[in-house]
């Protein structure tokens, strides 16, 4: 069976400080991993995957096989980055499966 | 990008009445969708997925009597919760996927959501 933890259900720090957002899993074969987020007042989108390994509006995420996590980290906090953030798996059913969300808020 | 809709944004019925929620692919053909459910503070809960022209797969919990999903066309499905109760509020949201690719962009992307208020 698939699990996804977010130990943090908030999170605030101050803008320009560096943010992390924790997540792990655990899953039995080769997961996807995912970074989704939801700013006030609107639906749910996706930030990144691992699979692309690429930087989105400065947020950059690892897959750690050793540690069975996916945290998300960002150098420098702006204030818009504040939002509810969602992990999640993908497995070999290719639905998805959802950590419980940590919502961060950037103070200015 | 992308767009997937939901159609009503909002519902409040009265108990032992069915209410029936849409979901639409704007610009693209979804051979897969998704229905989750969301309480208050709480993550997406997966309930079913559905194939257009098959039956809806549903997760381990939910009843298939009480949430009917019908998933008639490329661009919609339909999730019709029957002989509501109060305990079926919730937050109910759809997401939809393109023919899955190994290798290719497998992006869901996911409806705006429907408030669903059993009085």
């Known amino acids: 069976a698939q699990r996804v933890t977010q130990p943090e259900k908030l999170l605030s720090v101050f803008k320009g400080a560096p943010v992390e957002l924790k997540c792990n899993y655990s899953?039995?074969?080769?997961?996807?991993l995912f970074w989704y987020v939801q700013y006030s007042r609107q639906r749910l989108q996706l930030l990144l995957r691992?699979?692309s390994r690429e930087s989105i509006k400065g947020f950059t995420a690892d897959l750690n096989k050793g540690e069975t996590s996916f945290h998300l980290k960002k150098p420098f906090a702006q204030e818009e980055d504040s939002a509810m953030y969602y992990c999640?798996?993908?497995?070999?059913?290719?639905?998805?499966?959802f950590g419980t969300g940590t919502r961060l808020t950037v103070i200015p | 990008g992308a767009v997937v809709s939901q159609h009503p944004s909002r519902v409040i019925c009265k108990s032992g009445t069915s209410v029936k929620i849409e979901c639409r692919s704007l610009?693209?053909?979804?051979?897969?969708m998704f229905w989750y459910r969301q309480f208050p503070k709480q993550s997406l809960m997966l309930m079913a997925t559905?194939?257009?022209?098959?039956?809806?797969?549903?997760e381990q919990g939910v009843e298939k009597d009480k949430f009917l999903i019908n998933h008639a066309s490329l661009t919609l499905s339909t999730l019709t919760v029957t002989s509501a109760h109060p305990e079926d509020s919730s937050f109910y949201i759809c997401?939809?996927?393109?023919?899955?690719?190994?290798?290719?962009?497998?992006?869901?992307?996911f409806g705006p959501g429907t408030r669903l208020t059993v009085l």
């Open positions: 610009d693209f053909q979804a051979t897969t």
């Open positions: 559905s194939n257009e022209g098959s039956k809806a797969t549903y």
């Open positions: 997401s939809a996927r393109r023919a899955f690719q190994r290798g290719g962009n497998n992006e869901q992307f």
């Open positions: 999640a798996l993908r497995g070999g059913a290719n639905n998805l499966f």
């Open positions: 691992h699979i």
């Open positions: 899953y039995s074969g080769s997961p996807e």
